[in-house]
């Protein structure tokens, strides 16, 4: 095999790297979107609006009440006094504190397990809550998770159709490589085949390329991974809990797999049926 073959072995490489780091990135996301989600409904904050002047000792009975609600999380059930819930509010509507008059009254917030959340569940915790004294009424909102839900697909096809193009172009570049090589070492397939060698030893060297061609894309890939998740995690954003290495793992073991396909096993096909061609 020609070694002078480093520009278009290049331009193969980067084809097939942007490839696995396009599919990596859709399976990172396909692996960790009910993660994602579950992280989400348990962040959504459901709240209990009380009427005014309330007794502490009644206050305290009420979260007693909702802390033990089936799927209610214990920790999450808090008092908010009216400028709390304005301060809280603001941020979440992104509205302005400068107002003299506070259109809130006391909240109590908590939070659901993911797998409690459900608009049943909350349902019946509003119908409950509502009956006791002191409570004004429950409110809710349930778009976000639909939105997250609707934002990872749209996402998740976008990186599919992108990685698709460049799969059509590695395999372009893969082949066009590969048949400028093999048209350029024409003689010395020629001369090979005519003093007996085996199609598996013409194929060797070709193959040998395609291997650490391959290997230098998954290493791409495992450098890309193993930053992109570094970075998530020292962010300290709600990202580090999103992660789960199990699927980070799993991600990088179909890169393997899809590198050996796209670069060796593609090389293979071509090489095959070039020598068929040439009459072995």
Not at 46 to 61: A, D, F, M
């Amino acid at each position: 095999m020609s070694k002078n073959r480093k520009p278009t072995q290049f331009y193969a490489t980067m084809s097939t790297s942007i490839v696995l780091v396009l599919i990596s990135l859709f399976l990172l996301i396909f692996f960790h979107s009910n993660n994602i989600t579950n992280i989400v409904k348990e962040n959504i904050n459901i709240l209990v609006e009380l009427e005014e002047n309330l007794p502490s000792g009644q206050i305290s009975n009420l979260q007693k009440i909702i802390s033990a609600y089936e799927g209610v999380i214990p920790s999450s059930v808090i008092f908010l006094d009216k400028a709390s819930a304005l301060e809280m509010m603001s941020k979440e509507l992104n509205i302005s504190q400068s107002n003299e008059e506070n259109p809130f009254r006391d909240l109590i917030k908590f939070n659901l397990e993911s797998a409690s959340y459900s608009e049943k569940t909350i349902k019946e915790i509003k119908t409950n809550i509502e009956l006791e004294k002191g409570v004004i009424g429950l409110y809710y909102e349930n778009e976000s998770v639909d939105a997250v839900k609707t934002n990872l697909d749209k996402v998740s096809a976008g990186i599919l159709i992108l990685a698709f193009c460049f799969i059509i172009l590695a395999l372009a570049i893969i082949f066009n490589t590969i048949q400028l090589t093999l048209y350029s070492d024409i003689k010395e397939i020629k001369t090979m085949q005519m003093v007996g060698a085996e199609n598996s030893f013409i194929k060797k060297p070709y193959l040998k390329a395609a291997f650490w061609m391959s290997s230098k894309a998954v290493l791409t890939v495992v450098l890309f991974i193993g930053g992109l998740c570094a970075y998530l995690i020292q962010s300290n954003s709600i990202f580090a809990e999103i992660i789960q290495w199990k699927y980070v793992g799993l991600t990088i073991a179909i890169s393997m797999i899809a590198a050996f396909f796209i670069q060796f096993g593609t090389t293979n096909a071509i090489i095959h049926r070039f020598l068929r061609k040439e009459g072995r």
